[in-house]
Nanobody, 120 residues
Framework: QVQLVESGGGLVQAGGSLRVSCAASGLTIRRYVMGWFRQAPGKEREFVARISESGSTRYADSVKGRFTISRDNAKNTVYLQMNSLKPEDTAVYYC??????????????WGQGTQVTVSS
């Protein structure tokens, strides 16, 4: 049974930092594309960052230069380091595991999410 469990969310002031984690079980993260998504109240879920099997990374323009995705294969855990946080980063952050299909990425497994709140 695959499980992705996010942790590390919380309340932080604008300009601060937070690191959220995604611990995986039932799958080996180095064999998947691992992504972070977020959903703010009243908005659709949006892509934040991903790291491929090869270790290459991709970020949404809104977080580029502030957020860093990484993984620890030994711990089977993916991280999202968030610096210079802004109130508009407030959202529930979700971890996902997926694969590359022709022309797109498809995410098969999702975590339950962790709340990140940035106060102004």
């Amino acid at each position: 049974q695959v499980q992705l469990v996010e942790s590390g969310g919380g309340l932080v002031q604008a300009g601060g930092s937070l690191r959220v984690s995604c611990a995986a079980s039932g799958l080996t993260i180095r064999r998947y594309v691992m992504g972070w998504f977020r959903q703010a109240p009243g908005k659709e879920r949006e892509f934040v960052a991903r790291i491929s099997e090869s270790g290459s990374t991709r970020y949404a323009d809104s977080v580029k230069g502030r957020f860093t995705i990484s993984r620890d294969n030994a711990k089977n855990t993916v991280y999202l380091q968030m610096n210079s946080l802004k109130p508009e980063d407030t959202a529930v952050y979700y971890c996902a595991a997926g694969s590359v299909l022709p022309g797109r990425y498809e995410y098969h497994y999702w975590g339950q999410g962790t709340q990140v709140t940035v106060s102004s």
